[in-house]
């Protein structure tokens, strides 16, 4: 068996600018919709009071295995508090292709979702855009959005201030509810359990992209925001009505009978015109690693 190839996130990130990112999610959600993926369930593990996750695809492209921790005391050891691994495997062969820096690859496909969902509801001109959070997926949002959209504004707020971050991207460092009231388009990327995207300070019409709130009774989007969205659109209806509080709670609470609910791959394999307001729902998807993870392999030479 020859080495396997490890890529690192530096290196994916150089390997995958915004455009092949996107173009790799939306390949990934439009095999999803036609149903060419094995993409099951992840399966969850407590390990020492810390989440883990484990999650395998097959596609076209080939087989993978990530597996992904959060561990939220890493911080007090100066590392990361998100990370993991992605497996490539040829399908034909079962021959290991390459290892790859998993929390990077997440960031790198999460935020390249959450600007897909911009493209098909906003579109590619966006005049404020606001990022909720400061952690790694913050950073590869704006670098996503800016590299892809065309932003004239772009707003950052957090529980605590960063101001380093916002200058190597441009933006400005707002109150929350400043953030809410002015910007068009919204990407939620936190690790808050209660909602931060609240209803009553967002303009009439708006995109919102939220990418928290994994569990079934945690929240990043609060009840007025879905009771104001058109279209409420999802990564994987079956993944959402597992596992995340922002779809389950207003399902129960009767909340989306008269909204438009779809996956984002139906919109983009039949060309739905998606109406505003729209909020856009990712748990993040095993499909999404693979074929990011292909194209990273792809580009690298392999």
């Given at each position: 068996?020859?080495?396997?190839?490890?890529?690192?996130?530096?290196?994916?990130?150089?390997?995958?600018?915004?455009k092949?990112?996107?173009?790799?999610?939306r390949?990934?959600?439009?095999?999803?919709?036609?149903?060419?993926?094995?993409?099951?369930?992840?399966?969850?593990?407590?390990?020492?009071?810390?989440?883990?996750?484990?999650?395998?695809?097959?596609?076209?492209?080939?087989?993978?295995?990530?597996?992904?921790?959060?561990?939220?005391?890493?911080?007090?050891?100066?590392?990361?508090?998100?990370?993991?691994?992605?497996?490539?495997?040829?399908?034909?062969?079962?021959?290991?292709?390459?290892?790859?820096?998993?929390?990077?690859?997440?960031?790198?496909?999460?935020?390249?979702?959450?600007v897909?969902?911009?493209?098909?509801?906003?579109?590619?001109?966006?005049?404020?855009?606001?990022?909720?959070?400061?952690?790694?997926?913050a950073?590869?949002?704006?670098?996503?959005?800016?590299?892809?959209?065309?932003?004239?504004?772009?707003?950052?707020?957090?529980?605590?201030?960063?101001?380093?971050?916002?200058?190597?991207?441009?933006?400005?460092?707002?109150?929350?509810?400043?953030?809410?009231?002015?910007?068009?388009?919204?990407?939620?990327?936190t690790?808050?359990?209660?909602?931060?995207?609240?209803?009553?300070?967002?303009?009439?019409?708006?995109?919102?992209?939220?990418?928290?709130?994994?569990?079934?009774?945690?929240?990043?989007?609060?009840?007025?925001?879905?009771?104001?969205?058109?279209?409420?659109?999802?990564d994987?209806?079956?993944?959402?009505?597992?596992?995340?509080?922002?779809?389950?709670?207003?399902?129960?609470?009767?909340?989306?009978?008269?909204?438009?609910?779809?996956?984002?791959?139906?919109?983009?394999v039949k060309?739905?015109?998606?109406?505003?307001?729209?909020l856009?729902?990712?748990?993040?998807?095993?499909?999404?690693?693979?074929?990011?993870?292909?194209?990273?392999?792809?580009?690298?030479?392999?």
């Amino acid at each position: 068996m020859e080495m396997v190839t490890f890529i690192s996130g530096e290196e994916m990130v150089e390997l995958l600018p915004p455009k092949k990112a996107v173009d790799a999610v939306r390949e990934a959600f439009s095999l999803l919709y036609k149903g060419d993926v094995q993409n099951p369930p992840r399966t969850v593990l407590t390990v020492e009071g810390n989440w883990w996750g484990v999650m395998p695809c097959s596609t076209k492209y080939g087989v993978t295995v990530k597996v992904i921790s959060v561990i939220p005391g890493n911080k007090e050891r100066g590392i990361p508090s998100v990370n993991g691994a992605v497996l490539l495997l040829s399908g034909e062969t079962g021959n290991p292709l390459a290892l790859m820096d998993g929390s990077t690859l997440t960031a790198i496909r999460t935020s390249a979702a959450s600007v897909l969902s911009t493209e098909l509801s906003w579109g590619l001109k966006v005049e404020t855009l606001g990022v909720i959070g400061a952690g790694l997926e913050a950073e590869h949002h704006m670098r996503t959005a800016l590299g892809y959209l065309s932003v004239s504004r772009l707003l950052l707020t957090s529980r605590r201030r960063h101001p380093e971050l916002a200058r190597k991207f441009g933006a400005e460092e707002v109150e929350l509810k400043t953030l809410l009231r002015e910007s068009d388009v919204i990407f939620a990327v936190t690790s808050s359990s209660s909602p931060v995207v609240l209803g009553t300070e967002l303009k009439n019409d708006f995109h919102v992209s939220s990418i928290g709130a994994h569990t079934p009774k945690e929240r990043e989007v609060d009840d007025e925001t879905i009771r104001k969205v058109s279209t409420y659109m999802v990564d994987s209806l079956d993944a959402v009505s597992r596992e995340t509080g922002d779809f389950i709670l207003p399902k129960e609470r009767g909340l989306l009978q008269e909204k438009t609910v779809m996956e984002i791959g139906e919109v983009i394999v039949k060309g739905v015109k998606v109406k505003r307001p729209s909020l856009f729902k990712t748990v993040g998807l095993a499909v999404e690693d693979n074929v990011t993870a292909y194209f990273v392999y792809r580009e690298k030479g392999g």
